[in-house]
């Protein structure tokens, strides 16, 4: 079992920064790939950044040049900083890894319970 809390969420204004982070815990094994995703009200769940054990990032095109993914391995945690925050980005934020659990001994999914961002006009 994985466990994933966010924090760093919170109310800014536009043009704004924020910085989000996720903690892993648990039985891990081996985490292949660490993400952030987003859900705004009344619309669907979307990828906002990944990134590898290798380090190769990937980004959704409205937050490229604005948003940066990174990871301490050391930690288990990954990163999100968030600049040049526009009201579009108003939405809850979740973590997600992809990892081996020791414990349930198989490869799986794992979300966090989310962190909510809103950008105020």
């Known amino acids: 079992q994985v466990q994933l809390v966010e924090s760093g969420g919170g109310l800014v204004q536009a043009g704004g920064s924020l910085r989000l982070s996720c903690a892993a815990s648990g039985r891990i094994f081996s985490i292949y790939a660490m993400g952030w995703y987003r859900q705004a009200p009344g619309k669907q769940r979307e990828l906002v950044a990944t990134?590898?054990?290798?380090?190769?990032?990937n980004y959704a095109d409205s937050v490229k040049g604005r948003f940066t993914i990174s990871r301490d391995d050391a930690k288990n945690t990954v990163y999100l900083q968030m600049n040049s925050l526009r009201p579009e980005d108003t939405a809850v934020y979740y973590c997600n890894a992809d990892a081996f659990s020791s414990k349930s001994l198989r490869r799986d999914d794992y979300w966090g319970q989310g962190t909510q961002v809103t950008v105020s006009s």
């Open positions: 990134i590898t054990t290798g380090g190769r990032t």
